[in-house]
């Protein structure tokens, strides 16, 4: 089960987050607790495999916006690079760096579960 604690040591600005969720402790685990069935990273690491740029982007922007409201760190920087690399149009390992995300989403999951 997540806790506040587990996502402190996660690299989660908790606070933060917690403040953007009136405090409400629960609220902001339950919304956590979603993060890892976001349809989004499935768009993101499809888009990726495709090379189409503008979905990668449309996808990981879609993902940092929910990374940056519960201020999910980690995940939310490297959700940062891949949208601002697809926003300047960049050729860049686009299907290795969703794999980087999805492996910290994983890790995100994996506390959750616990």
């Known amino acids: 089960m997540i806790t506040i604690e587990k ?8 606070e933060e987050g917690l403040a953007r969720c009136m405090n409400n402790e629960a609220l902001y685990l ?3 607790g979603m993060v890892p069935r976001d349809q989004n990273f499935t768009a993101l690491k499809e888009a990726a495999n495709t090379g189409d740029t503008r979905r990668v982007f449309e996808a990981a922007h879609a993902i940092k916006g929910a990374l ?23 050729d860049a390992p686009y299907q290795s760096l969703a794999e980087e995300l999805e492996a910290m989403r994983d890790a995100l999951s994996g506390l959750i579960e616990e």
């Not at 402190?8 to 908790?14: D, H, M, Q, S």
């Not at 995940?75 to 149009?89: D, N």
């Open 68 to 90: 940056g409201n519960l201020s999910l760190t980690p995940l939310y920087e490297k959700a940062s690079e891949i949208t601002e690399l697809a926003r300047a149009g960049a």
């Open 30 to 32: 339950r919304l956590v």
């Open 7 to 14: 996502l402190r040591e996660y690299g989660a600005n908790v």
